[in-house]
């Protein structure tokens, strides 16, 4: 294995708005010198490559398909004899789905959970199980307010956050005392390419990816443990899970 002496941060999902412009942050602040994007289409992200690039690091593309559970080990493996283990791994990659089409449709809600909660938990414990065996090692986890408290509206990819979240909560407990950190992320409404494919209209107090990727960079400067995006959210979701489920039912997305 190779010996580090720049800061490496891996990305799964290396082509997400949100994942490439924490890269960025993290590159400027000195906290990655090389960075490596991980998705699928590898040979397609010279835009987001010469994003990272300008930000101050050097950076390299994988091929990474989050489905294929298989091969997750695989990659790391091929990422580790590169560069040796990450100091950062950013989970960064998920899909919307299509709620109505969800509804009736059970491949597709089965695909939605596999790709925001199934794979997600695989490689998570892949990750972690790696910088356990090291001593040191940072996780960053993107779950969202959909699944603080799950809505009629948009339950598929709500549920599958839901999961995410817990679990990502429970893997940070465990990890407690052993040298590795995960920063749980709660975003709510992002305004990015992934919503505007949707086309869902911009809920109250969204954010951006670059907003995100802010928060998130100081979050993890801080070394804590979970972020809201604003931070105006804890607040409003403290209260609302305390409404009525006839009333929590009518809610919009």
């Known amino acids: 294995m190779p010996a580090q002496t720049r800061p490496v941060v891996l990305v799964l999902g290396g082509r997400s708005e949100i994942g490439v412009a924490l890269a960025c942050r993290l590159a400027a602040s000195g906290r990655a010198g090389t960075v490596v994007l991980a998705a699928r289409r590898a040979g397609e992200l010279a835009a987001e490559e010469a994003a990272v690039r300008s930000a101050g690091a050097e950076v390299v593309s994988v091929e990474f398909d989050a489905d294929d559970l298989a091969a997750q080990p695989g990659v790391l493996d091929a990422v580790e004899a590169a560069h040796g283990l990450p100091d950062t791994v950013v989970l960064a990659f998920g899909v919307l789905g299509d709620q109505a089409r969800a509804e009736s449709d059970a491949a597709h809600a089965a695909a939605v959970v596999h790709t925001d909660y199934v794979a997600q938990v695989a490689v998570l414990t892949e990750v972690a199980a790696r910088m356990r065996a090291r001593g040191s ?105 305390l409404l009525p489920r006839w009333a929590w039912r009518r809610l919009p997305r």
């Not at 465990?174 to 040298?179: C, F, N």
């Not at 992002?190 to 109250?204: E, F, H, K, N």
């Not at 990816?209 to 403290?238: C, E, I, N, S, Y």
Request: no cysteine.
């Open 137 to 241: 090692g940072e996780i960053v986890v993107f779950s969202s307010v959909a699944g603080v408290r799950v809505r009629r509206a948009n339950y598929v990819y709500g549920s599958a956050k839901a999961g995410l979240d817990g679990f990502a909560s429970g893997l940070a407990d465990a990890l407690h005392g052993s040298g590795v950190h995960l920063t749980l992320v709660r975003p709510g409404f992002v305004i990015g390419r992934m919503t505007a494919d949707s086309g869902l209209d911009p809920a109250p107090l969204s954010s951006t990816p670059g907003q995100v990727a802010d928060a998130t960079a100081d979050a993890l400067a801080a070394g804590r443990d979970v972020v809201w995006v604003p931070g105006a959210l804890r607040v409003l979701f403290t209260a609302l899970r």
